[in-house]
């Protein structure tokens, strides 16, 4: 059992929005603006999407957008595209203790 | 070109050992705190580890589930951070990934992965 919540999957149509949510607790992403979130494609490595909760790194889309209320944590991506069909991780500090835990994975399928 | 090679995975039994590597180019590697995640196959990603850099003494961390048996190392002069995994458990079999912490407590830069498979 993953430390971080997430739905096991998502869809939504070309062009559409949709939002991943990503549930931790006061220990961690309610305790730090310290959340990531990672793309990944079948046999590949994760990408980078998301770090300290909304900043994109260069080179990424700027229809992918994170927040965070409380101990909840969410990946929103808009005008979504064949391409952005994937998975998707959230990643969390969660202290000196514990370090760092990542969400179970949210499989997006763009139909 | 910016990049992290993994290697020195492989088949190991029960109780055994092995040292992955993780070769980083095209950044400065000595500031950048290393971390290693893995992920069986069909399940999500888990952190495992991280080293430091030398202006942090190489402090090390590691998750619950391998302490006591993982140890990450680095070599400056060789660019390349290491993984010695020991009592290996069939749990531990998965892809291990090396990627780099750009001083956001974020990873941006992954390596391929390299296959661990603890097997009889």
């Known amino acids: 059992q993953s430390a971080l919540t997430q739905p096991a999957s998502v869809s939504g149509s070309p062009g559409q929005s949709i939002t991943i949510s990503c549930t931790g607790t006061n220990s961690d992403v309610g305790s730090y603006n310290l959340v990531s979130w990672y793309q990944q494609h079948p046999g590949k490595a994760p990408k980078l999407m998301i770090y300290?909760?909304?900043d994109r790194p260069s080179g990424v889309s700027n229809r992918f957008s994170g927040s965070k209320s409380g101990n909840t944590a969410s990946l929103t991506i808009s005008g979504l595209q064949v391409e952005d069909e994937a998975d998707y991780y959230c990643c969390s500090y969660a202290g000196s203790t514990t370090f760092w835990v990542f969400g179970g994975g949210t499989k997006l399928t763009v139909l | 070109e910016v990049q992290l090679v993994e290697s020195g995975g492989g088949l190991v039994q029960p109780g055994g050992s092995l040292k992955l590597s993780c070769a980083a180019s095209g950044f400065t590697f000595s500031g950048s705190p290393m971390h290693w995640v893995r992920q069986a196959s069909g399940k999500g990603l888990e952190w495992v580890g991280r080293?430091?850099?030398?202006?942090?003494?190489?402090?090390?961390a590691y998750a619950a589930s391998v302490k006591g048996r993982f140890t990450i190392s680095r070599d400056e002069s060789k660019n390349t951070a290491y993984l010695q995994m020991n009592s290996l458990k069939i749990e531990d079999t998965a892809v291990y990934y090396c990627?780099?912490?750009?001083?956001?407590?974020?990873?941006?830069?992954w390596g391929q992965g390299t296959m661990v498979a603890v097997s009889s």
């Open positions: 990627t780099r912490d750009f001083g956001y407590n974020a990873f941006d830069i």
């Open positions: 300290e909760g909304s």
């Open positions: 080293i430091r850099s030398k202006a942090d003494s190489y402090a090390t």
